[in-house]
């Protein structure tokens, strides 16, 4: 059974920092590519980044110069540091993973089959 469980999330004063993480278990998760959407109240689903098997990795232009994603396959986990944060990032956080994404599809919720529960990001002062 695939699981992805994420972490990481809390409150944060603007301009503050988190570190998201996204532990699968129950595929051979060096072979994936793993991104990070966000729902904020309110708006659609949004894609924030993307990390390929290969290790190259890809970002929203909303975060762009803020966000790092990487990722540990002996830990099974990928990471998104988030810094400078904004209101406008507050939003719950999703991962997603799918072994058969093209490029021109990375940035398509759609295309992506497990996902994990979410985890709330606040920022407020």
């Known amino acids: 059974q695939v699981q992805l469980v994420e972490s990481g999330g809390g409150m944060v004063q603007p301009g503050g920092s988190l570190r998201l993480s996204c532990v699968a278990s129950g595929l051979t998760f060096s072979r994936y590519t793993v991104a990070w959407f966000r729902r904020a109240p309110g708006k659609e689903l949004e894609f924030v980044s993307a990390i390929r098997y290969s290790g190259h990795t890809y970002y929203a232009d909303s975060v762009k110069g803020r966000v790092t994603i990487s990722r540990e396959n002996a830990k099974n986990t990928v990471y998104l540091q988030m810094d400078s944060l904004n209101s406008e990032d507050t939003a719950v956080y999703y991962c997603?993973?799918?072994?058969?994404?093209?490029?021109?599809?990375?940035?398509?919720?759609?295309?992506?089959?497990?996902w994990g529960q979410g985890t709330q990001v606040t920022v407020s002062s």
């Open positions: 997603a993973a799918d072994q058969s994404i093209i490029l021109s599809s990375i940035r398509t919720a759609e295309q992506y089959y497990y």
